[in-house]
Nanobody, 116 residues
């Protein structure tokens, strides 16, 4: 049974940093692309970043240079390090299994709030 569980969200001031994590169980994590998607209040889902099994990441325009996606295949963990956070980064952050807008499993999300 595939399970994804995000953690690490919280309240951070503008300009601050936060790392969110996703623990994966029930499948061979190292074989799969993984993705971070977010949903801001009142808005639709937004693709943030994805990572291939070997660790290569891609980012949306807004996240590039500020966020870093990474994974630890030995620990079945996915991470998103977020720096220089802005109020518009406030959202529920989900990890999902898959890539190219095809995702077959999602976590429950972790809330990130950027506010002074």
């Amino acid at each position: 049974q595939v399970q994804l569980m995000e953690s690490g969200g919280g309240l951070v001031q503008p300009g601050g940093s936060l790392r969110v994590s996703c623990a994966a169980t029930g499948f061979t994590f190292s074989n799969h692309y993984m993705t971070w998607v977010r949903q801001a209040p009142g808005k639709g889902l937004e693709w943030v970043s994805e990572i291939n099994p070997g660790g290569g990441g891609t980012y949306n325009t807004d996240s590039k240079g500020r966020f870093t996606i990474s994974r630890d295949n030995a620990k079945n963990m996915l991470y998103l390090q977020m720096n220089s956070l802005k109020p518009e980064d406030t959202a529920l952050y989900y990890c999902a299994r898959g890539a190219n807008y095809y995702y077959d499993s999602w976590g429950q999300g972790t809330q990130v709030t950027v506010s002074s």
